[in-house]
C-alpha cells in the first residue's frame, strides 16, 4: 500500500485467469484488492487474463471496475440459464457429429 499516494489515480491488475489456470481461487486476492480500494478511491481494478465465462459473475461479486476477457467467450452468454441436462445432450451430439466427420467408427 505504500507504493499508493498521493491524488492520482492508479491501477490494481490481478492476473486472476492465470491464478485460476494453475488451480488456485483468485478470489481471496481480489478480495485484499477491493479491500485497498475502499481506502483509496482513486484506484480501479482489473480482473485480467479471464479463460471462461463465470469469471464474469465472480468479478460482479465485487468491485471490480475493469475486466479482460475474450471476445468468444463472451460469445457463451447465450448458454447462461440453460438446461444443464439439454445442454450435455447437445455438447454429447458435438462430439460424435465431429467424430462421424472424421470418419470415425467404433469396432466390433
Not at 490494481?12 to 488456485?24: E, N, P, Q, Y
Request: hydrophobic share 45%; aromatic share 8%; charged share 25%.
Amino acid at each position: 500500500m505504500n507504493c499508493l499516494k498521493g491524488d492520482a489515480g492508479d491501477y490494481i491488475l490481478v492476473f486472476a485467469g492465470k491464478m485460476a489456470d494453475t488451480g488456485r481461487d483468485p478470489m481471496p486476492i481480489k478480495k485484499v484488492a477491493v479491500a485497498i480500494l475502499q481506502k483509496r478511491k482513486v484506484t480501479e481494478i482489473i480482473w485480467a487474463s479471464q479463460s471462461e465465462l463465470y469469471n464474469i459473475f465472480q468479478a460482479k461479486e465485487t468491485a471490480v471496475q475493469i475486466i479482460t476477457i475474450a471476445n468468444d467467450i463472451l460469445d457463451e452468454f447465450s448458454n447462461v440459464g440453460k438446461d444443464i441436462v439439454e445442454y450435455s445432450l447437445e455438447t454429447v451430439k458435438m462430439y460424435r457429429n465431429d467424430a462421424v466427420k472424421a470418419g470415425f467408427t467404433i469396432g466390433k
